[in-house]
């Protein structure tokens, strides 16, 4: 491998790790999103009396069953949201490991 591929390399794995990073800066924020709904649709089904959304900046008076299937499917969502970007994460770490083992050599 020439001075010139191994620095191709080694951008390319920056490159790839930037992604890595971007993708569990995404994960957290879903992550969070996905707890907060879950704790959200546990919180309504509890719930006995009547239920409020809010939109924007006000608060409305909704139907409790229209709320909790909002959540849900918010939930379905978000949860392939969280499982692309771990098919994504995974994707990225096997090519770095890849280009980390062939710079590894490199450098023996």
């Given at each position: 491998m020439s001075k010139k591929e191994t620095e191709e390399k080694l951008r390319e794995l920056n490159i790839i790790e930037q992604n890595i990073n971007q993708l569990l800066i995404q994960k957290q924020a879903f992550q969070l999103e996905l707890n907060e709904t879950e704790s959200a649709e546990e919180e309504i089904s509890k719930s006995k009396g009547e239920?409020?959304?809010?939109?924007?900046?006000?608060?409305?008076?909704?139907?409790?069953?229209?709320?909790?299937?909002?959540l849900k499917?918010?939930?379905?969502?978000?949860?392939?949201?969280?499982?692309?970007?771990?098919?994504?994460?995974?994707?990225f770490q096997e090519n770095a490991e890849k280009l980390r083992e062939e710079l590894t050599k490199k450098i023996k």
């Open positions: 239920a409020y959304k809010i939109l924007g900046q006000i608060m409305i008076k909704a139907e409790k069953n229209k709320i909790e299937k909002d499917e918010k939930i379905k969502l978000l949860e392939l949201r969280l499982k692309s970007i771990e098919t994504q994460e995974k994707h």
